[in-house]
Every structure is written in structure tokens, then in C-alpha cells.
């Protein structure tokens, strides 16, 4: 059994329709878990409020707070490849992750992350991701080593206020001579929870995109997200009619399969740039890892 040592929060949204009890949200929000599971967590106080009580099976949902929760796995995958640290100080670490692993504890994986791989690394317990991205993503991450100037770091994202360079291979078959796009739009949740799809309303998604280069049947391209939505340079580019590389989200949803480490998802965090909030100086930092495909 693997059991995470730092403790995972789920927000409870609000709800339209009737208000549901606790175990029907849970067990709704997280399929793969079992309503049995959730039931022996609440009994054996292993998830709690906002204010470390536990629940219990009278605690009403409450709209627009949060619950949190020790995650546990039987079976947890074994990722055979390592992160590396590319900077360390005493506020920051600057981590290279490779694809496969996740930042954080996520579906089947609590201890294989590169906060715990992180934190066995360094002896430093209170380790907490900056910024995030997506497990089958590789590259850069960045990671606060000290809760006094954590809140510096995460304001420089929240304001925007760093840049990002991504790098993918994407299938790319378009005589145009086009080379740049500004792809400004609204991104959304989709059906499942975890996709996301464009649709009409108030733009909150902004990617420029720049092609690279292109052999006829594949392309490499250069990304600058200047918002932060989840899996925004994923949807922008499968919009467009550009899907990435092994991506098995977009454009369409395939069916789940064991871990396929020969054909990882052909997107990389390649550069993070910014002024540092302590020292004022700039920094930047870039990913050596290669994508495979191109």
C-alpha cells in the first residue's frame, strides 16, 4: 500500500440541484475510487476540513471550501527514468522532470512524484511546487524550498510575470505559408472532468505558437502560453489542426492502456524566465532534455 506523506485537497464546488452528502461528491469527483474506500476513510479520520478536523458521515457539504486527504494506491507504477536538479538555493529549486512522472500525487501515484523524490533528495520537508505541469509533460519545474517567500514566487505566475517556452512535435501535414499564430480564446472543463475543450464566451486562454520547422508529416514548434490554463497549448495546437505527438487526449479521447514509456507525449517546459522576487537579479533556466520524435 502506498500512502502519500503530504496530504492532497479537493474543492467542493458549488453544486446546481439538490445539495449532495459528502460520500456522493466523492465518490462522483473521483470514479476510480471506490464508495467503500471513501466510506472506511471518513470512519478511520483520514480526511479532514480546512481546519484539520475530521469528517464524518452527518459533515454537510459545504459549497466553496476544502476537504483534504491522505491518498493511498495498492499497486503503485514504478516510473524507471529521474528528475534533475538544474538549481538550488535557498528560496528555489529548479527541477527537470522527465515525462511519465507527476509533479504532485495524482490518480495512481503518491510516492513516484517529484515533490516526494524531491524531498527524500534534499531532507526538506517543507518542498511545495511553484508551478505545475502535466505528468506526461517534461521539463521544467519550479519548486519553493521555503514557506517564508513561497507567496513571492507563486505572485510572480499568478501576475504574469514569467515567461514559458514550450517545445513540441506535432503531426503537421499544411501547405500554408503561415508560420505564427496568436490563438486567443475561451478554454473550458469537458466531459470527462479531466479533458478540456474551446467554446464560445470571454477569452481566458492565450497561446503564441511558432513553427520551427516541418519534414512534411511532423513539425517542431515553439510555444509561449501567456495564460496558464490546463492543457491550453495541448488544445490550441490540436484546434488548429496540429495535435502533438502521442498525445492521447486531443483531439480525441483514446482508450485508456498500461504506461507506454517508448512513446511519451512530445511536449517539453524547455525555458522559464523571470526576475527573481529576492535578489532582484534575472534568472533563466533551460531544459537540455530532447524530444525523441523529430
Not at 446546481?16 to 459528502?22: A, C, F, I, Q, V
Not at 481546519?51 to 524507471?80: C, H, K, M, Q, W
Amino acid at each position: 500500500m502506498g500512502i502519500s506523506p503530504g496530504s492532497s485537497i479537493v474543492s467542493l464546488p458549488e453544486i446546481d440541484g439538490p445539495t449532495p452528502t459528502l460520500i456522493e461528491f466523492l465518490s462522483a469527483r473521483f470514479p476510480h475510487v471506490s464508495k467503500n474506500i471513501w466510506l472506511q476513510r471518513i470512519e478511520t479520520g483520514k480526511i479532514l476540513t480546512e481546519g484539520g478536523n475530521p469528517v464524518t458521515l452527518n459533515t454537510p457539504y459545504a459549497p466553496n471550501t476544502r476537504l483534504f486527504y491522505f491518498r493511498e494506491v495498492e499497486d503503485e507504477p514504478s516510473i524507471p527514468f529521474k528528475e534533475k536538479i538544474i538549481f538550488i538555493s535557498d528560496h528555489l529549486i529548479v527541477v527537470c522532470k522527465p515525462h511519465f512522472l507527476p509533479v504532485t500525487p495524482s490518480g495512481p501515484y503518491v510516492l513516484e512524484t517529484v515533490i516526494n523524490r524531491i524531498k527524500e533528495k534534499t531532507g526538506n520537508p517543507s518542498i511545495s511546487p511553484i508551478n505545475r505541469i502535466d505528468r506526461e509533460t517534461a521539463g521544467l519545474v519550479l519548486l519553493s524550498s521555503n514557506k517564508e517567500t513561497r507567496g513571492c514566487y507563486q505572485q510572480l505566475f499568478m501576475e504574469g510575470r514569467v515567461q514559458k517556452t514550450y517545445e513540441a512535435v506535432v503531426h503537421y501535414q499544411n501547405a500554408s505559408e503561415k508560420r505564427e499564430w496568436l490563438v486567443e480564446n475561451r478554454i473550458e472543463t469537458a466531459k470527462p472532468w479531466f479533458l478540456m475543450k474551446c467554446c464560445p464566451g470571454q477569452t481566458n486562454a492565450r497561446s503564441k505558437l511558432k513553427l520551427v520547422r516541418s519534414n512534411g508529416a511532423k513539425a517542431l514548434f515553439t510555444l509561449s502560453p501567456l495564460t496558464g490554463k490546463k492543457h491550453q497549448l495541448r488544445v490550441h495546437l490540436s484546434d488548429l489542426g496540429f495535435p502533438i505527438v502521442n498525445d492521447r487526449y486531443y483531439p480525441q479521447l483514446l482508450p485508456e492502456k498500461s504506461l507506454d514509456f517508448d512513446h511519451p507525449l512530445q511536449l517539453l517546459s524547455k525555458k522559464i524566465e523571470f526576475r527573481d522576487p529576492i535578489s532582484g537579479c534575472k534568472l533563466a533556466f533551460e531544459s537540455d532534455r530532447p524530444l525523441q520524435t523529430f
